[in-house]
């Protein structure tokens, strides 16, 4: 039960963050790179999360449900950047959504390793 009050928390947490610092982006980056900023940059808080706290009591008993799959589990979202690639698409922007596409998943995926990776010396 202490699991899902941490995830719940911290979901709820990560969410609110999201909410805002959306609103924020949005005044100065247009249609969905509010998104994929977000995502880029909790894809490498948790990297750097994992590779700074991975194996330590805190986090492997309570923290990660807390930091990784609630805040910013609810931080990041995957919905959102389907979404947003859907309206690019449905608007006959097909190569700006496939780019979205391929540019929020590899970076992503890179902004974790590199996360990883600067914690890993």
């Known amino acids: 039960m202490v699991q899902v009050l941490m995830v719940a928390a911290g979901g709820a947490a990560g969410a609110v963050a999201r909410f805002l610092l959306g609103i924020g982006l949005a ?49 990041t979202t995957y919905s959102a950047f389907a979404m947003d690639a859907v309206v690019l698409m449905s608007q006959g922007r097909w190569l700006s959504g496939v780019t979205y596409v391929l540019v929020t998943a590899v970076g992503c995926v890179l902004a974790a390793w590199v996360g990883v990776r600067i914690t890993s010396g």
């Not at 995502?39 to 194996?55: F, H, K, T, Y």
């Open 27 to 75: 005044s100065f980056l247009p249609g969905p790179w509010p998104t994929f900023v977000i995502n880029l940059v909790g894809s490498m808080i948790i990297g750097l999360a994992i590779g700074v706290l991975a194996g330590s009591d805190w986090f492997e008993s309570w923290g990660r449900f807390l930091l990784v799959t609630g805040l910013l589990g609810g931080f």
